[in-house]
């Protein structure tokens, strides 16, 4: 069974880079899309955006110019990588698996493991 | 691309029926997944492909979907199922995971 651990500073400065990382530990085979989402204080489930398995990625077009995700097999590690993070990027951090099912001719697809979280505070 | 909107709140007393709602135009070319959030805690797939249930979740927990809106309905709810819902789709036009703005769910 995957499990996965997040890990990085709880505090960076504004106009810095948050870099996290979240270690997968359990079968890292069979991988589909590793995903990062985060709730900032007050506020719902935001997509931050997914490497996949092959090393592709896809971000949300509203954080795309300061985001980067990596992946690492053979560390079992992924990574994010925020670029001159405001004030309201104060959030909790999640690492997610986002799992593809194939139905007939279709794709189907959920997040079926997370992380438990891990708090990133931008304050000087 | 989808917006999905949800209520804010729902409050219902233990025993009864909760029912969450999330609509979105052409929600019905998508499949919807639900997940929970109690206070402190990762969230948590209770519902995906529009009905499934993972092993784990009660059969308390269902969904459905009808037009341009999914429910999450919640039968007989406890103490326990208070927390932040949120639907969530991906989009495949753009291969986006969009969530919902999530609801509330107390318990009286």
């Known amino acids: 069974q995957v499990q996965l651990q997040e890990s990085g500073p709880g505090l960076v400065k504004p106009s810095e880079t948050l870099s996290l990382l979240c270690s997968v530990s359990?079968?890292?085979?069979?991988?589909?899309?590793w995903t990062w989402i985060r709730r900032p204080p007050g506020k719902g489930l935001e997509w931050i955006g997914y490497v996949h398995d092959s090393g592709s990625t896809k971000y949300n077009p509203s954080l795309k110019s300061r985001v980067t995700m990596s992946v690492d097999k053979s560390k079992s590690q992924f990574s994010l990588n925020l670029r001159s993070v405001i004030a309201a990027d104060t959030a909790i951090y999640y690492c997610a698996r986002v799992t593809e099912v194939g139905i007939l001719n279709s794709y189907y697809y959920y997040v079926d493991v997370w992380g438990k979280g891990t708090s990133v505070t931008v304050s000087s | 691309s989808f917006v999905l909107t949800q209520p804010p709140s729902v409050a219902v007393a233990p025993g009864e029926t909760a029912r969450i709602t999330c609509e979105g135009d052409n929600l019905g070319t998508a499949v919807l997944n639900w997940y929970q959030q109690r206070p402190g805690r990762a969230p948590r797939v209770v519902i995906y492909?529009?009905?499934d249930r993972p092993s784990g979740i009660p059969e308390r927990f269902s969904g459905s979907t009808s037009a341009n809106t999914g429910t999450l309905t919640i039968n007989r709810v406890e103490a326990g199922d208070e927390a932040d819902y949120y639907c969530q789709v991906w989009d495949d036009s753009s291969d986006e995971l969009v969530f919902g703005g999530g609801t509330k769910l107390t318990v009286l």
């Open positions: 359990g079968d890292f085979l069979y991988t589909d899309y």
């Open positions: 492909f529009d009905r």
